[in-house]
T-cell receptor, first 116, second 112 residues
Framework: AQTVTQSQPEMSVQEAETVTLSCTYD???????LFWYKQPPSRQMILVIR??????QNATENRFSVNFQKAAKSFSLKISDSQLGDAAMYFC?????????????FGKGTKLSVKP | NAGVMQNPRHLVRRRGQEARLRCSPM?????VYWYRQLPEEGLKFMVY????????ESGMPKERFSAEFPKEGPSILRIQQVVRGDSAAYFC??????????FGPGTRLLVL
């Protein structure tokens, strides 16, 4: 069974600084998708960034980027120039390849605080 | 383009009552997923549906829970004879084929 592990229950960063959230996963598949979702206090789940496992280039979305290490099964999220609005729970998720769809498997989340 | 809609946003039920949660996917999305989030935990997959078909219900409790996605109208997650342990946030997500899943705002179910 696929598993996703987030080893940091809580993280804190100073506004304008950079923070990295860790995620590791376990899968026997060679092709899969990885995601980071943000859940602010409103509880809405917001897609932050996604990575296709067959792509070697790390995904980037504005201030958000990932460090994807396929051999190590690691998928960390880097947030640059942190803003107060980045404070939220961050969930790492994987999607096993069942055709082109499949349910997401989530980690337990990392609560990020941003200090002004 | 409206996002995924869920209603109600909050639902209070007494033990033994039925809960009906509705999800309208994004326009053009024909795949719907339901997830449950217990307090202080990540989301857990429950069921994956396409129009009129259940594709994967491996995460659904065997009893009291059912889901449908009719040809017309929203997807419905139905919980019969609710118990206190059913109190959670229930999220619906939709996608195209293929595509990332976009989530609705969730329904917070409280069982008294």
């Amino acid at each position: 069974a696929q598993t996703v592990t987030q080893s940091q229950p809580e993280m804190s960063v100073q506004e304008a600084e950079t923070v990295t959230l860790s995620c590791t996963y376990d899968t026997s598949e060679s092709d899969y998708y990885l995601f980071w979702y943000k859940q602010p206090p409103s509880r809405q789940m917001i897609l932050v960034i996604r990575q296709e496992a067959y792509k070697q280039q790390n995904a980037t979305e504005n201030r958000f980027s990932v460090n994807f290490q396929k051999a190590a099964k690691s998928f960390s999220l880097k947030i640059s120039d942190s803003q107060l609005g980045d404070a939220a729970m961050y969930f790492c998720a994987s999607r096993p390849p069942r055709g082109s769809q499949g349910n997401l498997i989530f980690g337990k989340g990392t609560k990020l605080s941003v200090k002004p | 383009n409206a996002g995924v809609m869920q209603n109600p946003r909050h639902l209070v039920r007494r033990r033994g009552q039925e809960a009906r949660l509705r999800c309208s996917p994004m326009k053009g999305h024909s795949h719907v997923y339901w997830y449950r989030q217990l307090p202080e935990e990540g989301l857990k997959f429950m069921v994956y549906l396409q129009k009129e078909n259940i594709i994967d219900e491996s995460g659904m409790p065997k009893e009291r829970f059912s889901a449908e996605f009719p040809k017309e109208g929203p997807s419905i997650l139905r919980i019969q004879q609710v118990v206190r342990g059913d109190s959670a946030a229930y999220f619906c997500a939709s996608s195209t084929a293929p595509g990332p899943q976009y989530f609705g705002p969730g329904t917070r179910l409280l069982v008294l």
